[in-house]
């Protein structure tokens, strides 16, 4: 069974612009959530989503934003790219809100680089 | 203070150690407790979730909670190069939903 699948896999960007990321989550699962991973913070929680509405948001500005489509697909933007974006971000998908026993697979990531 | 404490390591041992990885929490609502490894360019992979105290075993690994204590540790057994990786430990927040990891520890196992 496929997995979750991120695109890109890798972006360059420059500051002032924005970006949009894409995930497929495993079939069936309905929710999405997002990370960004630094050497410095680890993983820090971004939203999640469940059947198309945000259920969960971690503390992150306004400039990061996210969707999800009726296909649980979903897609997250940052706008006015700074520096400090520049992180691996990573989707991760689950049958249920929250995890339950399967915890949460992961896509193998977007990394995204600000010049 | 974070959340969630863990070693960043890096961790070095020889093929065929006992490796014990440890994570540290101050927040009583962590009510499931998970551990991920991570290789390089690689997302994350859940190998252990426990819920309650105590130990859970898994092949060559162990997953051990103590609540009282706020800490929890994933051992490994008869190590092996394909160990190495980067170690995360992560908690669901019962009264938040909300999934917290640690910093993650690297370990390299060497032939």
């Known amino acids: 069974k496929a997995g979750v699948t991120q695109t890109p896999r890798y972006l360059i960007k420059t500051r002032g612009q924005q970006v949009t990321l894409s995930c497929s989550p495993i079939?069936?699962?309905?929710?999405v959530s997002w990370y960004q991973q630094t050497p410095g913070q680890g993983l820090q929680f971004l939203f999640e989503?469940?059947?198309?509405?945000?259920?969960n948001k971690g503390n992150f500005p306004g400039r990061f934003s996210g969707r999800q489509f009726s296909n649980s697909r979903s897609e997250m933007n940052v706008s006015t790219l700074e520096l400090g974006d520049s992180a691996l971000y990573l989707c991760?998908?689950?049958?249920?809100?929250?995890?339950?026993?399967?915890?949460?697979?992961f896509g193998s990531g977007t990394r995204l680089t600000v010049v | 203070q974070k959340e969630v404490e863990q070693d960043p390591g890096p961790l070095s041992v020889p093929e065929g150690a006992i490796v014990s990885l440890n994570c540290t929490y101050s927040?009583?609502?962590?009510?499931?407790f998970m551990w991920y490894r991570q290789y390089s360019r690689k997302g994350p992979e859940l190998l252990m979730y426990?819920?309650?105290?105590g130990n859970k075993e898994d092949g060559r690994f162990t997953a051990q909670v103590d609540k009282s204590s706020k800490y929890i540790s994933l051992f490994i057994r008869d190590s092996q190069p394909s160990d190495s990786a980067t170690y995360l430990c992560?908690?669901?927040?019962?009264?938040?939903?909300?999934?917290?990891f640690g910093t993650g520890t690297r370990l390299q196992v060497f032939p």
């Open positions: 927040n009583s609502a962590f009510q499931y």
């Open positions: 989503y469940f059947s198309e509405t945000q259920r």
């Open positions: 079939s069936g699962h309905r929710s």
């Open positions: 426990t819920y309650s105290s």
């Open positions: 992560a908690m669901l927040d019962y009264n938040t939903d909300k999934l917290i």
């Open positions: 991760a998908s689950s049958s249920s809100a929250p995890a339950g026993n399967y915890g949460y697979t």
